[in-house]
């Protein structure tokens, strides 16, 4: 199915990953949002679960590996072009996680990769969506005694 102009939704993964640092954020090199700073993430392959495909994504684009806190929200992104036609359908199942100390790298669809302080954030002119999911992944993080991916169950 095509990304552009699709015949129904394209279910896609974000994944806030927070920690001490501050939220590891990726810069898109595709579009949608081409050149924008957003969460690492991306579609869900056939056959691939959304937490297979959350771990995947974050190490396809920024070449770390994460231990998932739980979900954050469930978000559309429709973007219709200048005559109106719906040229993106994407619905984002968005979890927040945490990671070791690796440095991240980009790769895949990031043009970069790096961890942004969240008082930084307001600079990077973000989605709206992508900020709030930030702020709950966050709160999700703080709530939880802020664990590292040593503190969690490895079958997520």
Request: hydrophobic share 45%.
């Amino acid at each position: 199915m095509s990304r552009s102009y699709p015949a129904r939704p394209i279910v896609g993964v974000g994944v806030a990953v927070v920690g001490a640092r501050g939220v590891l954020m990726i810069r898109r090199g595709k579009p949608p949002r081409q050149g924008q700073w957003s969460l690492p993430g991306g579609a869900q392959k056939v056959g691939e679960t959304v937490a297979e495909a959350a771990h995947r994504e974050i190490r396809e684009e920024t070449g770390v590996d994460i231990a998932l806190l739980g979900l954050v929200d469930v978000v559309d992104s429709i973007r219709p072009d200048d005559a109106g036609a719906v040229e993106f359908h994407y619905t984002l199942i968005d979890f927040a996680a945490v990671t070791g100390d690796a440095e991240p790298r980009a790769g895949g669809d990031a043009a970069d990769a790096r961890w942004i302080a969240l008082e930084e954030l307001p600079a990077l002119h973000l989605w709206s969506e992508t900020l709030r999911i930030i702020n709950l992944a966050h709160e999700m993080w703080q709530a939880m005694g802020e664990p590292g991916p040593s503190d969690l169950a490895s079958g997520d």
